[in-house]
């Protein structure tokens, strides 16, 4: 089993700034890639970014150019650099584990895990 512990939301204003953690424990060697899911109220849990154990990244195209993910295998963490944040990215962030990577023509795709952290609020006043 793999536990997994968001921090880092909160309330910011557009144009602000947060950095999202996530930090796993238990059976982190089974982890190969990691991501970063969110959920607005009404809409589907979506992707945001993930990253490989090797460091290639995901993003979502609503959020390439403003946010940033990165990861420190040693610290079994992912991180979550969102910028210039604007009230659209309102939602409830998750971290997941235990997902299928794949590439294709040096792309690097996440399909989600089974383990899922509790979520953290992220609020995006206009």
């Known amino acids: 089993q793999v536990q997994l512990v968001e921090s880092g939301g909160g309330l910011v204003q557009a144009g602000g700034s947060l950095r999202l953690s996530c930090a796993a424990s238990?059976?982190?060697?089974?982890?190969?890639?990691m991501g970063w899911y969110r959920q607005a109220p009404g809409n589907a849990r979506e992707l945001v970014a993930a990253v490989s154990r090797s460091g290639s990244t995901n993003y979502t195209d609503s959020v390439k150019g403003r946010f940033s993910i990165s990861r420190d295998n040693a610290k079994n963490t992912i991180y979550l650099h969102m910028r210039d944040l604007k009230p659209e990215d309102t939602a409830v962030y998750f971290c997941?584990?235990?997902?299928?990577?794949?590439?294709?023509?040096?792309?690097?795709?996440?399909?989600?895990?089974?383990?899922w952290g509790q979520g953290t609020q992220v609020t995006v006043s206009s």
């Open positions: 238990g059976s982190t060697s089974r982890i190969s890639g």
């Open positions: 997941n584990a235990g997902g299928i990577s794949s590439y294709n023509q040096n792309n690097y795709y996440y399909a989600k895990g089974d383990y």
